[in-house]
């Protein structure tokens, strides 16, 4: 079956960065968008980045726009985020996403992962 695992999450001062990486397996990694959400503690689980089959676009959130890089690596069935400039309110649980449509990622994936958690201290 689908699996994605997400690693890399942890606590982080403000200002700091993180990289997050997503390990895909059971799925044909070069045929699926790719993407990051987040769910902070009281909200609803928000879209925070996509990118497509091949890497070569790529989407972002306003709030992550400028500071986070989404990327892929289909060689290894691994996308990863790289968060810079972290801030409080990056705090969240962050999951990885799949879909076999762009399209379908950013409003429902039809895989998801289990979550890791990014804590940022002021």
């Known amino acids: 079956q689908v699996q994605l695992v997400e690693s890399g999450g942890g606590l982080v001062q403000a200002g700091g960065s993180l990289r997050l990486s997503c390990a895909a397996s059971?799925?044909?990694?070069?045929?699926?968008?790719m993407g990051w959400f987040r769910q902070a503690p009281g909200k609803e689980r928000e879209f925070v980045a996509a990118v497509s089959y091949s890497g070569a676009a790529r989407y972002y959130a306003d709030p992550v726009n400028g500071r986070f890089t989404i990327s892929r690596e289909n060689a290894k069935n691994t996308v990863y985020l790289q968060m810079n400039s972290l801030k409080r309110e990056d705090t969240a649980v962050y999951y990885c996403a799949a879909d076999d449509r762009l399209s379908g990622l950013r409003v429902m994936p039809v895989y998801w992962g289990q979550g890791t958690q990014v804590t940022v201290s002021s």
């Open positions: 059971g799925l044909t990694f070069s045929a699926y968008a």
